[in-house]
Structure formats: C-alpha cells, structure tokens
C-alpha cells in the first residue's frame, strides 16, 4: 500500500470521474486516489463512496497545497484546464488531463510550458490508445494486413432531446462544441494510425439554436502520409448513438462499429469486422472474458491509462500520449474551426490560434428558432 502512487482527481461531476473513473478504481494496482476536489459537494458525496478514505475539498488551490497527492486528474471542463493544469505543475504534482486539453493552441503551449519548467508529466487522457480495440486495429496497420492505409472513416453521431441538458458543453466559453469534444478522439487515433495532419477542411455548423458552439462538423485531414481521414460529428441527427470507424487499405478494409450505447462507459467491445475484394468479412471482434472482474482488469481502458500514469510517476518515464499530442488535435481542431469561418483549406502547423470567441458569435443556426 504505502508504495502506491497517491492522485487526486478533480472533477467529480455525473459525466466525468462518476462514469469514467469511479467504477474501475477498485481494481487500480499502482495508484489509490487519497484526495477528490469538486466545488459541488453533491459530487464528492457520490465519489466518496468509491474512495471512502479520500480526503474531500471543494476548492482548487486547497487541494493542490493540502491533499497528501502526487499526482492530478483533470477532469473539470474544458474552459478550467489550462488555469488547472498550470496551477498542479506550480505545486509540482504531475498532471493526467483528461481531452480536450484545451481550448486553444496557445493555452497548450502555455500548459506545456509550465510542465516543463516544474519538470511534472503531463499525460493526456487519451483512453482510446489503452482500447483494446483500438490497439488490435493499430497492430493491423503496423503488420501490414492492410496493405498502405490511404483513408480513415470517422463518425461519432447521435441525437440530443429536446430537454437534453448539455451544461458548460453547449456554451460559447468552451469555444468549441462536439467537435472540439469527440473530434479530439477520432483525431488523436487518426494521428496514432496515419501520422500527423498536414492540412485541414472543414464544415462546422450549429443546427440546435439553443446551442452556442457547433453541433455538426465534417472535416477531412490529410496526414503527412499522403492518407486521408475524414470525421463526422452531429448531435442533430435523429437516429441513435453510433461511434464508428472504417479503416481503408490497399488489401482489406477494418470496420470498428459501436452503438446505440456509449462506448467510454460500457464494457462490451468494438464489433469488428475484416473485410477483403468485397466478398469476404471476418468477425475478428475480441470479446470478453467470460468473467467480468478479469476482463476489467485486463482490458478496462481507463484502468489501463491510469496505471500508465502511475507507473510514469513512479518510474519518470514519458507517457504514452503526451502533452504533445493534446496540442496536436487542439491545433488540428482549431484550423477546422479557422478553415469554417474562412472558406479554406488550412495548413499546418497553425501559427496562432483563431479568435474562437469570435467565430462563434459569426456562426448561425441552420433555421431560426
């Protein structure tokens, strides 16, 4: 016990460490959370049930200076992270932060900086990397069963009710919407797959019109790799939830496909089908193991990032998805924004950050309310 990493999470709400974190914790073999920070007291009642002998505060800078803690998870919106993550390497704690890292390119490089000069880790909670789905359609492109990779098919869409409630999600102080949000996953694995973005094209639009930041996006990246990958985001559509990817090679085709449930808090696994000359599909899908316990501590995906956090802290290795990576999807999510509002393809690197407060007051609502 006592050579355990100690973290802190902060963030405790219903669609962050409650659904993402809290139920894997008991498994964690590296670390143990002794300190939770939420401002909602609500929250931290919820998660003290899954860490009984965490100490609780529902302020910030408290926390960082009292909680016995080597370690953070950021896991408070997006408009906080900068400022949080600044703040925990000025403690000298390292820092898990969960996507997307931030708002802007220089609020990155502002949050990199200061990881540097304090030397704490800064990782980004890229679970999909520690999917093991994902990784078996990593070793697929490594292997060559694919032949060259020339396009990835990205969509995350679903319908929001009419009552949905999307908080802080749905508001202009994010400067970004669902794309900024899912398209920070489906980039970092485009990333992972293909190689870095050399150039952006984007649609973004807001079709709700009680939303202030974009609800529907499609974009397309050219990878340094001369591959493609094209990624659709909407929560405008009326069918249900579905999380798919086709990944297109010259000798077969990988389909990965989730839904109608989220797959960030189920157990099941990506269906997974091989596809080759049109006329052959192979299930290579990698079901559970017939005992749930095990399964999760094998393959639970947040579990797997948490541990990689630990062990980076206990052994002072880099992570595996870095700060670095974080700003890449932020840098590629911003020039969607910017190649949007201008009508143009942007290339990479970006050398500033669009006004995001801006084009977001420019955009309109598909039909008036």
Known sequence: MDNKVKIGIAGCGPKGAQVMYAPILRYLRAGQVTALMDPDPAALDFMRAYCPNAATFTDYATFLQNADIEGVIVASPVHLHARQVIQAAQEHKHILCEKPMARTIAECDQMIDACRNANAILMMAFMKRFDKSFRLAKRYIETGELGDVFQVRCEFSWHIPDEGDEGW??????????????????????????????????????????????????????????????????????????????????KASLELQYGPTWSYTAVAPFQMTLYRNGASAQDVTLYNLPNLDEEQRAHSHYLLEIEHFCECIATGAQPATTGADGRSAIEAI????????????????????????????????????
């Open 169 to 250: 999600r749905a508001r202009r102080v994010t400067w970004g919407g669902m794309f900024q949000d899912h398209g920070s996953h489906t980039i970092d694995l485009c990333r992972w797959w293909l190689g870095d973005v050399s150039t952006v094209s984007a649609e973004i639009r807001i079709v709700r019109p009680e939303r202030e930041v974009e609800d529907a996006a499609v974009v397309t990246l050219r990878h340094t790799g001369n591959a493609i990958s094209l990624h659709h985001v909407t929560g405008a559509t009326h069918k249900p939830l579905r999380e798919y990817y086709l990944i297109d090679g010259a």
């Open 334 to 369: 911003n020039a969607a924004y910017l190649s949007s509002w201008q009508s143009r393809k942007v290339a990479l690197p970006l050398k500033d950050s669009p006004d995001l407060d801006a084009y977001f007051r420019s955009l309109k609502t598909v039909s008036p309310p």
